[in-house]
C-alpha cells in the first residue's frame, strides 16, 4: 500500500514529517511572529525555489529524441511564461492572483496524487480538489491575513463565508472521488490525518509559516524526489547533488532577482509579505507546467 506521495511511498516517511509538523505547532506557541516568518522564508529560499529550478533540465529530457528547433521552442516558451506571470502581476494582479490560486491548486493536487490512481478517474478535478483543500483550508483559517494581502493585490475585498463555502466544496469533491474509487478506504485514513494536522498547524502558525511548511515539507521536498528520480534514473552516484549543481545558477538568479526588487524598487514594508508571494506565484506557473509534462511521461510514471 503506497501512504501519502508516490515520493514518500512507507509509514516511516509520513509518521517522520508528521510529527516535524506537530513539533512545529507547538513551536508556534512560543515562536515570535518575525521568527515563524523568518523560517518559512529560509525555507521557500532554499527548497522552494530549489524544487522548481532543474525545469529546463526536466524539458532537456523530456525532449531529449526531439529536434533541436522543437527543444528551443520549448525553453523559449518557458521563458515566455515565466515573464507573462511577473507581467501579470505588475499590470493585472487581479488575474494573476486569481491564476495562481488555480494552477497552484491542480500543481499541489498533482504532486501528491499522481500515479496512485487508475486512468478512470478524472485526474483534472481530482487533483484541483485536493489542492484547493489546501488553499482554502490555510484561507478560511488565516482569513485576516490572507485577505490583507488579496487586498493589498486586488483592492477587492473577500467575505470570509466565500473561503468556507469553496472548502466545503473542494472536500465534499474530493470525498466523492474516494467514494467512486476502488481504493479501500483505509488507503485515504494518513490523508485525514495529514489534512487534521495542517488544520492544527494553520490556527496556530502565521500565515507565511503555515504556508511555508507545507510548501517546503510536503510540496516541494517530495517534488525534488519525484524529479531526480526521473532525471538520473538512479544511474549516477549522489543524484541529489548532482542536482544542486545542476540547478545551482538559475536558484542564484532567482534570489538575486527578487533581493535587486527589494532594494531597488520603493514598496511600504506592510507589502513585503503580498510582494513575496507574488514572486513565489510568478515562478509558479512555468513550473507547474512543466511537472505536468513531467508526470505524464513513462520515466515519470516509473518513478
Given at each position: 500500500?503506497?501512504?501519502?506521495?508516490?515520493?514518500?511511498?512507507?509509514?516511516?516517511?509520513?509518521?517522520?514529517?508528521?510529527?516535524?509538523?506537530?513539533?512545529?505547532?507547538?513551536?508556534?506557541?512560543?515562536?515570535?511572529?518575525?521568527?515563524?516568518?523568518?523560517?518559512?522564508?529560509?525555507?521557500?529560499?532554499?527548497?522552494?525555489i530549489l524544487?522548481?529550478?532543474?525545469?529546463?533540465?526536466?524539458?532537456?529530457?523530456?525532449?531529449?529524441?526531439?529536434?533541436?528547433?522543437?527543444?528551443?521552442?520549448?525553453?523559449?516558451?518557458?521563458?515566455?511564461?515565466?515573464?507573462?506571470?511577473?507581467?501579470l502581476f505588475?499590470?493585472?494582479?487581479?488575474?494573476?492572483?486569481?491564476?495562481?490560486?488555480l494552477v497552484?491548486?491542480?500543481?499541489?493536487?498533482?504532486?501528491?496524487?499522481?500515479?496512485?490512481?487508475?486512468?478512470?478517474?478524472?485526474?483534472?478535478?481530482?487533483?484541483?480538489?485536493?489542492?484547493?483543500?489546501?488553499?482554502?483550508?490555510?484561507?478560511?483559517?488565516?482569513?485576516?491575513?490572507?485577505?490583507?494581502?488579496?487586498?493589498?493585490?486586488?483592492?477587492?475585498?473577500?467575505?470570509?463565508?466565500?473561503?468556507?463555502?469553496?472548502?466545503?466544496?473542494?472536500?465534499?469533491?474530493?470525498?466523492?472521488?474516494?467514494?467512486?474509487?476502488?481504493?479501500?478506504?483505509?488507503?485515504?485514513?494518513?490523508?485525514?490525518?495529514?489534512?487534521?494536522?495542517?488544520?492544527?498547524?494553520?490556527?496556530?502558525?502565521?500565515?507565511?509559516?503555515?504556508?511555508?511548511?507545507?510548501?517546503?515539507?510536503?510540496?516541494?521536498?517530495?517534488?525534488?524526489?519525484?524529479?531526480?528520480?526521473?532525471?538520473?534514473?538512479?544511474?549516477?552516484?549522489?543524484?541529489?547533488?548532482?542536482?544542486?549543481?545542476?540547478?545551482?545558477?538559475?536558484?542564484?538568479?532567482?534570489?538575486?532577482?527578487?533581493?535587486?526588487?527589494?532594494?531597488?524598487?520603493?514598496?511600504?514594508?506592510?507589502?513585503?509579505?503580498?510582494?513575496?508571494?507574488?514572486?513565489?506565484?510568478?515562478?509558479?506557473?512555468?513550473?507547474?507546467?512543466?511537472?505536468?509534462?513531467?508526470?505524464?511521461?513513462?520515466?515519470?510514471?516509473?518513478?
Amino acid at each position: 500500500m503506497n501512504f501519502l506521495t508516490r515520493s514518500f511511498s512507507t509509514q516511516k516517511y509520513f509518521f517522520s514529517f508528521l510529527g516535524i509538523s506537530l513539533i512545529s505547532v507547538i513551536f508556534c506557541f512560543f515562536g515570535s511572529i518575525w521568527v515563524q516568518n523568518l523560517i518559512a522564508s529560509v525555507g521557500i529560499l532554499t527548497f522552494g525555489i530549489l524544487h522548481g529550478a532543474n525545469d529546463l533540465k526536466i524539458i532537456a529530457k523530456k525532449s531529449s529524441f526531439q529536434s533541436t528547433s522543437y527543444r528551443f521552442k520549448f525553453f523559449v516558451l518557458y521563458i515566455i511564461i515565466v515573464l507573462l506571470g511577473i507581467a501579470l502581476f505588475f499590470y493585472i494582479p487581479k488575474i494573476a492572483l486569481f491564476s495562481f490560486v488555480l494552477v497552484s491548486c491542480y500543481h499541489f493536487g498533482e504532486q501528491h496524487w499522481s500515479g496512485r490512481f487508475d486512468d478512470k478517474l478524472d485526474s483534472l478535478v481530482f487533483y484541483f480538489s485536493y489542492g484547493a483543500i489546501i488553499f482554502f483550508l490555510l484561507f478560511s483559517i488565516q482569513y485576516t491575513s490572507t485577505s490583507e494581502i488579496n487586498f493589498q493585490n486586488t483592492s477587492i475585498p473577500i467575505p470570509k463565508d466565500f473561503f468556507w463555502i469553496c472548502l466545503g466544496i473542494s472536500f465534499l469533491v474530493f470525498f466523492t472521488f474516494i467514494i467512486r474509487s476502488n481504493k479501500k478506504l483505509n488507503f485515504f485514513v494518513f490523508e485525514f490525518i495529514l489534512l487534521g494536522a495542517l488544520a492544527l498547524l494553520f490556527s496556530q502558525a502565521t500565515l507565511l509559516f503555515g504556508f511555508g511548511l507545507y510548501f517546503v515539507l510536503w510540496h516541494s521536498i517530495p517534488s525534488l524526489n519525484s524529479q531526480i528520480d526521473y532525471i538520473y534514473e538512479h544511474n549516477i552516484k549522489n543524484p541529489i547533488i548532482q542536482y544542486i549543481r545542476s540547478a545551482l545558477v538559475y536558484w542564484i538568479l532567482a534570489l538575486i532577482g527578487l533581493a535587486l526588487f527589494y532594494f531597488y524598487v520603493d514598496v511600504s514594508q506592510e507589502q513585503y509579505l503580498s510582494i513575496f508571494f507574488s514572486f513565489i506565484a510568478a515562478i509558479t506557473f512555468p513550473h507547474a507546467v512543466v511537472m505536468g509534462l513531467m508526470f505524464q511521461s513513462k520515466g515519470a510514471n516509473e518513478a
